[in-house]
């Protein structure tokens, strides 16, 4: 499986650092995205949640996390081009995303709406989708009453919800309930029930505007079945005319294109023609 250069994708717009739970500084990552040949990149931390947890920000880092992202746009200006963007979280029990998120969303250049948590469960905690198949299973049964089904379907109408209504610039990893599922452990993403739930949802993401990414970061531990979303899904995708961007959801230098070549490559026997890109501090077609 490729991980290095060679590939006519030269943009990663899910890039996290060690202000959250990224391994490497903002400036490592920089300097490896130039040396794979990069020229368009945007950082996007995860934004600070209501609740303790030891994966995003901290509410008192932001504002310092924010800064160095100008500072090195600023620096490497003439070999690549920086955006500032952060990876903000959808509440399905609440349908909404945070107070905190709301106010940092007119200093962000994009950002990148995701659905992370099942719901809190019974012991207070919340259950995280893409943590351990256990905690998965744990707040499927205290939220959804053990029903996978509801919760699968529920995700996947809050994902549309989350598109319509903060219109992030980026829908991150799309099918990423299946990140626990190996083996159809808990459903069958073949099965009509779940395709009808997806395709509803992407609907609501192509009224959206909204981009949909193509991402490669859960392939460097657990392999091709994390690759988000799975090809029928991509196939769906590109029927139904919504864009796409190529993204690493990178945590170190070594994921900063991981897979690149070996995605593109399925991309194109997809069908897709073109993927998204930031130029000029807009979004733009790039032929792929």
């Known amino acids: 499986m490729s991980s ?7 943009s990663n717009y899910h890039i996290h650092s060690n202000y959250c739970d990224g ?3 903002l400036e490592e990552m920089v300097q490896a995205a130039i040396q794979e040949g990069l020229t368009s990149i945007g950082f996007t931390g995860h934004a600070p949640l209501p609740y303790e947890n030891d994966w995003t920000m901290k509410k008192e880092t932001v504002r310092s996390y924010m800064d160095e992202v100008r500072t090195l746009a600023e620096k490497y200006q003439e070999h690549i081009d920086i955006s500032l963007g952060m990876e903000i979280d959808y509440f399905m029990d609440t349908e ?7 106010a940092l969303i007119p200093e962000l250049d994009f950002f990148i709406g995701s659905i992370h948590t099942i719901g809190k469960m019974r012991n207070g905690l919340m259950a995280d989708i893409d943590y ?19 919760f699968v379907r529920r995700y996947y109408e809050s994902l549309g919800n989350m598109a319509l209504t903060i219109q992030p610039g980026i829908i991150g990893h799309m099918d990423i309930i299946k990140k626990n599922n190996a083996d159809n452990r808990f459903f069958d993403d073949q099965e009509a029930w779940y395709q009808e739930a997806a395709g509803t949802c992407l609907d609501k993401i192509k009224a959206s505007g909204s981009i949909i990414e193509v991402n490669t970061g859960g392939m460097i531990r657990y392999g091709d079945r994390c ?19 190529l993204n690493g959801d990178s945590h170190t230098t070594e994921g900063i294109c991981y897979a690149y070549e070996e995605v593109l490559t399925l991309l194109k026997k997809v069908g897709f023609k073109a993927i998204m890109v930031r130029k000029k501090g807009s979004w733009a077609q790039e032929s792929i």
């Open 96 to 102: 909404d995303i945070s107070s905190d998120s709301k």
């Open 132 to 150: 351990t198949p256990e905690i998965f299973e744990a707040g499927i049964k205290d939220c959804f009453d053990g029903s996978v089904s509801a």
């Open 23 to 25: 391994k490497n500084s």
């Open 227 to 245: 690759l988000y979303p799975e090809r029928w899904l991509m196939e769906t995708i590109l029927e139904k005319e919504i864009p796409i961007t």
């Open 4 to 10: 290095k250069g060679g590939a006519m994708v030269h």
